[in-house]
């Protein structure tokens, strides 16, 4: 008798972005790539680096998200200066780049999409993804501005993508991650984070935004 054909598993999108700024290495790569090819309930997670160039970034994640098809995509990016990891709540329609991408472009209050939405929330659980990245011990908030440089951009790409192809049930969102401590010895003073407790983490946010559907209502607001 043949065996029953096991359904083929549903993907998970992990992007990370490749150094930019003069640095070496991005956290954000290291920390995806080590989760290339873990599963977790049914969903195989795909690991890709994305250009830090704004305009290739959103290409690149499109072809990606064509070819996968996933039904959660997670970006990351580095947020040098930051001390926690910090699920980004909204993603809005401003390129304005205080320093060039890695193709030379700085623009300059151009939108990410002509005729686009001022803005895009999250889909993902960011609260929810909060309070589990603070139960595993793993500094976290929420963050209320992704910036205007090339993680915003492709936050905005994305979830314009997600809105224009309108597939049920399919997520985003971005989050920003600390440098890593070898990178923060180079500006002393800088917070940093283990390249283990960034994969540990990225593992709760994938986890988390699979099996929380509807987000808790809990403070993650600033003053200012
Ligand atoms: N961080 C930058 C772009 C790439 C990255 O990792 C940003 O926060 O815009």
Redesign the pocket.
């Known amino acids: 008798m043949p065996s029953p054909k096991k359904p083929p598993p549903s993907s998970v999108l992990l992007t ?6 003069g640095e070496a290495i ?4 290291e920390a995806v790539r080590a989760l290339d090819g873990w599963t977790h309930a049914g969903a195989l997670v795909h690991a890709r680096q ?1 250009p ?1 160039v704004f305009g290739a ?1 959103i290409e690149s994640l499109a072809e990606a998200m064509d070819e996968l098809e996933p039904r959660l995509v997670l970006c ?5 200066g930051r001390a926690e990891v910090t699920p980004e709540r909204v993603a809005i329609n401003i390129d304005d780049g205080r320093i060039a ?1 890695n193709a030379g472009q700085q623009p300059v209050d151009v939108p990410v999409v002509p005729e686009g939405p001022t803005a895009y929330f999250s889909t993902l659980p960011i609260k929810a993804i909060v309070r589990d990245l603070r139960a595993a011990g793993v500094p976290a908030s929420v963050s209320n501005t ?9 936050f905005y790409g994305l979830m314009h993508e997600l809105a224009r192809r309108a597939k049920p049930g399919v997520r985003g969102g971005f989050i ?1 991650i600390p440098y890593l401590p070898e990178q923060a010895a180079n500006f002393p003073g800088a917070p940093s984070m283990a390249l283990a407790t960034l994969v540990e983490a990225l593992r709760i946010a994938v986890r988390t935004a699979l099996e929380v559907e509807r987000d808790i209502a809990e403070t993650g607001g600033q003053l200012h």
Do not use: K
Not at 16 to 21: A, L, S, T, V
Not at 146 to 154: D, R, S
């Open positions: 990370g972005f490749e150094p930019f700024g991005n956290p954000s790569w994305m830090c970034a990351i990016g580095q947020a040098g991408d992704a910036g205007t440089f090339v993680c915003n951009h492709l920003h």
